[in-house]
Structure formats: structure tokens, C-alpha cells
């Protein structure tokens, strides 16, 4: 099967790999011409235009996106859409919110043009573990596009589906990273309780170990955490600042949008902000009254 990929960062360039291991024909690009050059050097195509990717596909054209959510997808569509024929199928592959990709199929519809949703998780293994993909459109459309999806997932018959409707598969993979911000902080905060023990003179990562193998609490996430734990044991140098690419945000707006209760995940987003506050006004405050209406005292910044 043949397919145009753009945006070639680290997921990109990976999936590219997995295609090509597959069998299939990749036409890709990137703003970053080495990014191009190097994925041509293992086997694709490359384009140093979009519009040249669109002139060595075949029709129906199959034009799979890897880029940031938001206004870049928005401006690759309308620098695409002029290069591609009614029946082509846009793909997005990215963590876009599924409100703004429904919006996006409807306007694409009036130009003959198919779109996509695949909510795409499993990061920098996904090129050898293969990927877990959550795909929303138009039934027949998806059902072109199998072959990519059996290639990409961990196998044919598992780790992708058909979720539903337009927007379904975006909906989908942002609870799915709602879900995996709650898991996250439960690790990070079991994990610092063990620190702090320090009369035990634990081993995080034998601990770690210890749970990969028959406790219910086993995962993948645990499995890269005693990595990390192996390599680093305290962690030193890293920077207590955790980004969140979105979809945290808009899991925790949709739940009270639906009126669900959705606690762990609203904090652990929570807890994701607070690790940015490096001025901790909030707590400075707190400190301040306590002295304030109970004559408790304050730590200056040079006794921290």
C-alpha cells in the first residue's frame, strides 16, 4: 500500500520505519529537510514539498499527518487540500481534540475529501512493539486503510480497532491519556513514600522489580519506571517540571461537561501544573497565615 506521511518527529519517523518494514511504499516530508533525508536513507520516499508528496502518490491518495494538535493541522490541511482530488483521504494521526476533528470532516466533505481519526499511543517502542491505534471515520473509508493498521498495531487482529463515527477515535485516546495522567501520579507519589522511608534504605528499583513480576499492579509504565529507576536511582538532575500535551485538560472538561466524576485524573492534572509553580506563591501564602493567626513562624528562601 502506498501513503504520503507528514511530520516526521520522533513518533513519525518511527511509524515511517514500521511501514516500511511492512511492505508498504512511504512518501514522506517534514519542515526539517534532514528529518527527510533520513528517513530516505532507510528505504521512503522523500519530498522536499508537500505538493510533490501529493504528485508521487497514486489516486485515491492516502495523506497521514504526525504533527502537533491545534493550528499546524489546520495549516497542513489547507496547504494539502489544493494538491489532493475528491476520494483522497486525509489521516490524522496526532492527539487533536475530537471537537475540532469533527469540525474538520465536515469542511473537508464539501471538497470530496475523506478524514480520519486515529488516536495513535506507544511512543518511541512503538516501531518494535508496535502501536495501539483507536480509529473514528467513515466505515468503508477506514476499511481502505486496514493494511496500515494491521501493519502498524502490536498484530493484525490486536491493539487497533474501529471505535466509531468522526471524532471517535480522537475521543477515545484522550481519556485513554486521562486515564494514563492518573496512573502516572500514583507511581510517582507510591514511589516518593518509599523514598522518604529512609530509615528502610529501600531499593526503588528492586522494588520495581519485585512488582513487574505477579503484582496486580504490574503495567508497562512500571516496566519503564524500573528502567529509569536502574539508570538513575535518585533522579538527580532532572528538573521537577511535568509537561501535559492536552489532553488531560480536555479529559477533565469533558467529564464535567457529562457530569462525571472523575477525581484521580482532575488531580493528577492538577498535580502536573503545580510542578510548574516555581515561584509557589500559593504556598507562601499558606505559610504566611499560619504565622499570621497562630504565631507558627516562617522559613525564609536561604533556610530551605
Same mark, same amino acid.
Given at each position: 500500500?502506498?501513503?504520503?506521511?507528514i511530520?516526521?518527529?520522533?513518533?513519525?519517523?518511527?511509524?515511517?520505519?514500521?511501514?516500511?518494514?511492512?511492505?508498504?511504499?512511504?512518501?514522506? @516530508?517534514?519542515r526539517?529537510?534532514?528529518?527527510?533525508?533520513? *528517513?530516505?536513507?532507510?528505504?521512503?520516499?522523500?519530498?522536499?514539498?508537500?505538493?510533490?508528496?501529493?504528485?508521487?502518490l497514486?489516486?485515491?491518495?492516502?495523506?497521514?499527518?504526525? !504533527?502537533p494538535?491545534?493550528?499546524?493541522?489546520?495549516?497542513?490541511?489547507?496547504?494539502?487540500?489544493?494538491?489532493?482530488?475528491?476520494?483522497?483521504? !486525509?489521516?490524522?494521526?496526532?492527539?487533536?481534540?475530537y471537537?475540532?476533528?469533527?469540525?474538520? *470532516?465536515? %469542511?473537508?466533505?464539501?471538497?470530496?475529501?475523506?478524514?480520519?481519526? *486515529?488516536?495513535?499511543?506507544?511512543g518511541?517502542?512503538?516501531?518494535?512493539?508496535? @502501536?495501539?491505534?483507536?480509529?473514528?471515520?467513515?466505515?468503508?473509508?477506514?476499511g481502505?486503510?486496514?493494511?496500515?493498521?494491521e501493519?502498524?498495531?502490536?498484530?493484525?487482529?490486536?491493539?487497533?480497532?474501529?471505535?466509531?463515527?468522526?471524532?471517535?477515535?480522537?475521543?477515545? %485516546?484522550?481519556?485513554?491519556?486521562?486515564?494514563?495522567?492518573?496512573?502516572?501520579?500514583?507511581?510517582?507519589?507510591?514511589?516518593?513514600?518509599?523514598?522518604? %522511608?529512609?530509615?528502610?534504605?529501600?531499593?526503588?528499583?528492586?522494588?520495581?522489580?519485585?512488582?513487574?513480576?505477579?503484582?496486580?499492579?504490574? =503495567?508497562?509504565?512500571?516496566?519503564?519506571?524500573?528502567?529509569?529507576?536502574?539508570?538513575?536511582?535518585?533522579? =538527580?538532575?532532572?528538573?521537577?517540571?511535568?509537561?501535559?500535551s492536552?489532553e488531560?485538560?480536555?479529559?477533565?472538561?469533558?467529564?464535567?461537561?457529562?457530569? *462525571? #466524576? #472523575?477525581?484521580?485524573?482532575?488531580? =493528577?492534572?492538577?498535580?502536573?501544573?503545580?510542578?510548574?509553580?516555581?515561584?509557589?506563591?500559593?504556598?507562601?501564602?499558606?505559610?504566611?497565615?499560619?504565622?499570621?493567626?497562630?504565631?507558627h513562624?516562617?522559613?525564609?528562601?536561604?533556610?530551605?
Amino acid at each position: 500500500m502506498e501513503l504520503g506521511l507528514i511530520g516526521l518527529g520522533r513518533m513519525g519517523a518511527n511509524m515511517t520505519k514500521r511501514l516500511l518494514q511492512g511492505g508498504h511504499r512511504v512518501v514522506c @516530508y517534514d519542515r526539517n529537510p534532514e528529518a527527510v533525508r533520513r *528517513v530516505a536513507g532507510e528505504g521512503a520516499v522523500g519530498a522536499d514539498l508537500p505538493a510533490t508528496l501529493a504528485e508521487q502518490l497514486p489516486g485515491p491518495r492516502i495523506v497521514w499527518l504526525m !504533527i502537533p494538535a491545534g493550528d499546524p493541522v489546520d495549516r497542513m490541511i489547507q496547504t494539502m487540500a489544493p494538491f489532493l482530488s475528491a476520494g483522497d483521504v !486525509i489521516v490524522d494521526g496526532g492527539n487533536s481534540n475530537y471537537k475540532d476533528t469533527m469540525r474538520r *470532516v465536515a %469542511k473537508l466533505k464539501e471538497q470530496g475529501l475523506h478524514f480520519v481519526d *486515529v488516536g495513535t499511543s506507544g511512543g518511541i517502542w512503538g516501531v518494535t512493539e508496535g @502501536y495501539s491505534l483507536m480509529v473514528g471515520g467513515d466505515p468503508d473509508v477506514v476499511g481502505r486503510l486496514r493494511p496500515l493498521f494491521e501493519t502498524l498495531a502490536p498484530a493484525p487482529d490486536r491493539g487497533w480497532g474501529y471505535v466509531g463515527p468522526s471524532g471517535a477515535g480522537h475521543f477515545v %485516546k484522550m481519556i485513554h491519556n486521562g486515564i494514563e495522567y492518573g496512573l502516572m501520579q500514583a507511581y510517582a507519589e507510591g514511589f516518593a513514600i518509599l523514598k522518604q %522511608k529512609a530509615e528502610l534504605g529501600l531499593d526503588l528499583h528492586q522494588v520495581a522489580e519485585i512488582w513487574r513480576h505477579g503484582s496486580v499492579v504490574r =503495567s508497562w509504565l512500571l516496566d519503564r519506571i524500573s528502567d529509569a529507576l536502574a539508570d538513575q536511582p535518585d533522579l =538527580s538532575g532532572i528538573a521537577p517540571y511535568v509537561a501535559d500535551s492536552g489532553e488531560g485538560r480536555w479529559t477533565v472538561f469533558e467529564a464535567i461537561d457529562l457530569d *462525571v #466524576a #472523575a477525581p484521580v485524573i482532575s488531580l =493528577s492534572l492538577l498535580a502536573r501544573l503545580r510542578s510548574r509553580d516555581q515561584d509557589a506563591f500559593a504556598d507562601k501564602l499558606l505559610a504566611v497565615m499560619r504565622d499570621r493567626f497562630g504565631g507558627h513562624g516562617v522559613r525564609r528562601e536561604e533556610q530551605v
